[in-house]
Nanobody, 123 residues
Framework: QVHLVESGGELVQGGGSLRLSCAAS????????MGWFRQAPGKEREFVAC???????TYAESVKGRFTISRDNAKKTVDLQMNSLLPEDTAVYYC?????????????????WGQGTQVTVSS
């Protein structure tokens, strides 16, 4: 199995930026699709972005134009650059891995999950 560890979450002012990172180990990283999800208190887990084995990507409508997902297969990492942050972006952010090369917007399709990192955006 693949082990995932997120980092980079913190308190940030509205309009600011953060970069989240996810480090992977175990399975061959280059053959996996990767995703970012988030979950606010009392809310369902929500799709944010995903990236395929070869760099194709999909974003949730709420983050298009503000967030960028990227991967480095040599370093076995996937990042989420978040700009123009809003209070509505406040949540625990999770990195996830999925076999089959291409990502999915459905959390149930992912096999491995990180522990999450807290992002808090103040007004």
């Amino acid at each position: 199995q693949v082990h995932l560890v997120e980092s980079g979450g913190e308190l940030v002012q509205g309009g600011g930026s953060l970069r989240l990172s996810c480090a992977a180990s175990g399975r061959t990283f280059s053959s996996l699709a990767m995703g970012w999800f988030r979950q606010a208190p009392g809310k369902e887990r929500e799709f944010v972005a995903c990236i395929s084995y070869n760099g194709g990507f999909t974003y949730a409508e709420s983050v298009k134009g503000r967030f960028t997902i990227s991967r480095d297969n040599a370093k076995k990492t996937v990042d989420l650059q978040m700009n123009s942050l809003l209070p509505e972006d406040t949540a625990v952010y999770y990195c996830a891995a999925k076999g089959g090369l291409y990502g999915s917007q459905s959390a149930t399709r992912y096999d491995s999950w990180g522990q999450g990192t807290q992002v808090t955006v103040s007004s």
